[in-house]
T-cell receptor
Framework: GAVVSQHPSRVICKSGTSVKIECRSL??????MFWYRQFPKQSLMLMAT?????????EQGVEKDKFLINHASLTLSTLTVTSAHPEDSSFYIC????????????FGEGSWLTVV | GNSVTQMEGPVTLSEEAFLTINCTYT??????LFWYVQYPGEGLQLLLK?????DKGSNKGFEATYRKETTSFHLEKGSVQVSDSAVYFC?????????????FGQGTELSVKP
């Protein structure tokens, strides 16, 4: 089946720094990627929709200047958490769909971000 | 707007018990419906899906039938195992063949005891 890979799986950063999380579709072209965050014991909340070659569409309440999303190719989207604060600590997970994914959305393994 | 409602957990069962996790949805149009499973410390894995009314998705002994008349997509398994312990998410997508954004239910934690 289709595979989506996320990196890093765990990252610890200091307050005020920026951290980048990558999401790659390994065997299909992902015209659309999605970024979610999940707080402990809660559901996934969509942050933004990332379309290859265009600006991301952010959900209401998500700060676009804080969560920078870039989808420069059909196999890679990145989420950069800028000026991270402890409250940004969360589980971030991406998903991808597109040509070759058979109308199914596949998820990456997720990235645990801890801001200290 | 579109939404998904799942039965609240945690659900605790003994091994070999019958499992039902209820899921109902509200959506415009004709959504695709999914069940995802999240094992401890891991990302989400697609468990099964159904794309149109009366479709039955099945995988690993789990089944769910897309019921348009009751707007439901309940997850069932006849005999659960300890290894089925995980959080189960019902979700819907209103996207086209290029993939759509998923709207998730709140998740139901399942714990299976030996």
């Amino acid at each position: 089946g289709a595979v989506v890979s996320q990196h890093p799986s765990r990252v610890i950063c200091k307050s005020g720094t920026s951290v980048k999380i990558e999401c790659r579709s390994l065997d299909f072209q992902a015209t659309t990627m999605f970024w979610y965050r999940q707080f402990p014991k809660q559901s996934l909340m969509l942050m933004a929709t990332s379309n290859e070659g265009s600006k991301a569409t952010y959900e209401q309440g998500v700060e676009k200047d804080k969560f920078l999303i870039n989808h420069a190719s059909l196999t890679l989207s990145t989420l950069t958490v800028t000026s991270a604060h402890p409250e940004d600590s969360s589980f971030y997970i991406c998903s991808a769909g597109g040509q070759g994914s058979g109308n199914t959305i596949y998820f990456g393994e997720g990235s645990w971000l801890t801001v200290v | 707007g579109n939404s998904v409602t799942q039965m609240e957990g945690p659900v605790t069962l003994s091994e070999e018990a019958f499992l039902t996790i209820n899921c109902t949805y509200t959506a415009t149009g004709y959504p695709s419906l999914f069940w995802y499973v999240q094992y401890p410390g891991e990302g989400l894995q697609l468990l099964l899906k159904a794309t149109k009314a009366d479709d039955k998705g099945s995988n690993k002994g789990f089944e769910a039938t897309y019921r348009k008349e009751t707007t439901s997509f309940h997850l069932e398994k006849g005999s659960v195992q300890v290894s089925d312990s995980a959080v189960y998410f019902c979700a819907l997508s209103t996207g086209n063949n290029q993939g759509g954004k998923l709207i998730f239910g709140q998740g139901t934690e399942l714990s299976v005891k030996p």
